[in-house]
């Protein structure tokens, strides 16, 4: 077989499979917080999707409920975690993290939803991960977590817990607009043996399936995700890894700048909907 033949069949996968339905039902956890599962585009996404939608439209009705109770979704263990830990005190310092922040569901409501963003004082853009070891460092003079550790994940699970519900609203103008471009660019780059870039999956053939998995638009307003296929939580650079990896690449590393830049554009290109995360995936 031709590496030709091995991508039309990689593609030709996704092409031919009949699509699964989403769930009517709308996205409401515990009852209470109600979640923009589908919106307009943004308008820097040029028409590239009719609709932005939620990756749980694309999940079947029993994964789907998994994240609409609090005490089915398993994520919530990762996030009770990260809550303890932001109330005990760390490092040299003698320091928690509700010292200087206070209550984590009083301070961190809208952070999800507007990471990553430029942070002024670094001048660099930064994620949440890369926020709290900072702080730790710094504030705190504890050690870092490390990124996509599973403290780390805990505690941002933690804090997206706290802001589901909010609108995410990404800023990719000003200082940021560099590295939002350089994001863009990585989105629509071709990688590996089989040819692919994010957008053969997650722009052009989302609601197929590609092998026995059905394509979603690839949003992450629903990280940090517990899936079911290795069932732990997963950090999105995590997850930029195994996509790049399954293409047959060499892939970057967690915390790298492609991928830093990769995360902010997937972020705005999920502008408009609401914060899930911990979500519940396949």
């Not at 069949?9 to 515990?30: F, H, I, R, T």
């Not at 504890?142 to 519900?165: F, K, N, Q, T």
């Amino acid at each position: 077989m031709t590496m030709s033949t091995l991508k039309t069949a990689a593609c030709g996968l996704a092409l031919l499979a009949a699509p699964l339905a989403a769930n009517a039902e709308d996205l409401v956890v515990n009852g209470e917080i109600e979640m923009i599962t589908e919106t307009e585009p943004a308008a820097h996404l040029d028409g590239a999707v009719p609709t932005v939608r939620s990756g749980w439209t694309f999940r079947a009705s029993e994964t789907q409920q998994l994240q609409m109770d609090d005490f089915e979704n398993p994520a919530m263990i990762d996030a009770d975690n990260g809550m303890s830990a932001w109330n005990t005190a760390e490092g040299a310092e003698g320091k928690s993290c509700a010292d200087c922040h206070g209550a984590m569901e009083d301070s961190m409501g809208m952070v999800r939803a507007t990471y990553p963003k430029w942070n002024e004082e670094a001048g660099e853009v930064r994620n949440i991960q890369m926020q709290v070891d900072d702080c730790r460092v710094n504030q705190m003079g504890a050690e870092p977590y490390g990124l996509d550790s599973r403290p780390m994940l805990a505690m941002e699970a933690a804090i997206s817990s706290v802001g589901r519900g909010q609108v995410v609203d990404v800023a990719i103008d000003g200082p940021a607009a560099e590295t939002w471009e350089m994001g863009k660019e990585l989105y629509y780059t071709r990688f590996g043996q089989l040819d692919l870039s994010c957008a053969s999956c997650h722009e052009l053939n989302y609601d197929n399936y590609i092998r026995a998995d059905h394509l979603s638009q690839g949003q992450i307003n629903g990280f940090p995700t517990y899936r079911l296929k290795n069932a732990r939580l997963n950090g999105t650079h995590s997850r930029f890894r195994g996509c790049i990896r399954d293409t047959r690449a060499e892939t970057f590393a967690v915390g790298s700048e492609e991928f830093l830049a990769l995360e902010l554009y997937v972020a705005s290109r999920g502008n408009g909907l609401t914060v899930e995360g911990p979500a519940v995936r396949n």
